[in-house]
């Protein structure tokens, strides 16, 4: 899998992609994610701007359409992509059934929103997919590129060394996970449920079934809707 990010600061991305599964995943071949700065693609050589006053005299900035139409042409003539993907508020919502579909393309792009927000033609003309990370407003979308690589690369076969974690995370069934526990089994009084401690498989499974059952519906009871 390829994942190509488009930012105006991609060293915000830089430390997130290069520590943990996401660094092992990228060493083992198993996905290549590649940083692009916007500027690189702005058609003012001297300040390298990609943002301007929006029409109609509203405050902030806008990025504009020129760079970023020049620098997904680039990339598109090097490769085919599945999807062109831009980190946006209102977009669609980031969830699991989300981050299982795009773990299973080839090659992406995720455009980072920045200021003000994006020339709306490139939504409509560039963009092919637009998603969102939660109801709230952050200063870029560096951030929300980053969590969406995180939670896709981890689900590739191979990127964690025991692939049975990753499918027992929360919301892979639209349940949260079970409570988990190590060891010291008695810490100041405070014991791991005994099931846990009985090697006894299919009571820990309904345990963990039981418990999932209930946390979901204590705190998070929509999604069993």
């Excluded at 003000?116 to 003309?125: N, Q, S, T």
């Amino acid at each position: 899998m390829r994942i190509d990010i488009i930012s105006v600061i991609p060293e915000l991305i830089e430390s997130n992609i290069s520590h943990s599964i996401l660094k092992r995943a990228q060493n083992k071949g198993l996905v290549e994610i590649v940083l692009h700065n916007l500027r690189d693609y702005s058609t003012d050589k001297k300040h390298r701007r990609v943002d301007d006053y929006p029409f109609g005299g509203e405050a902030g900035m806008v990025i504009q359409i020129e760079p970023v139409d020049r620098a997904i042409s680039h990339l598109k003539s090097q490769r085919d992509y599945d999807e062109v993907i831009y980190t946006s508020p209102d977009g669609e919502v980031l969830d699991q059934n989300m981050a299982n579909s795009l773990s299973l393309l080839q090659n992406i792009i995720i455009l980072c929103g920045h200021y003000k927000g994006i020339d709306h033609r490139i939504r409509e003309h560039l963009v092919t997919k637009e998603i969102s990370i939660g109801d709230y407003v952050l200063t870029g979308g560096e951030l929300a590129a980053a969590v969406i690589a995180d939670t896709v690369v981890r689900l590739i076969p191979g990127a964690i060394s025991d692939e049975q974690s990753a499918l027992s995370d929360s919301f892979q069934d639209n349940l949260l996970s079970a409570p988990v526990y190590t060891r010291p089994a008695d810490y100041n009084g405070w014991k791991v449920p005994e099931v846990l401690l009985s090697g006894h498989e299919a009571n820990i499974a309904a345990w963990r079934l039981e418990q999932s059952l209930e946390r979901t519906k204590r705190l998070r009871p929509d999604l069993l809707k």
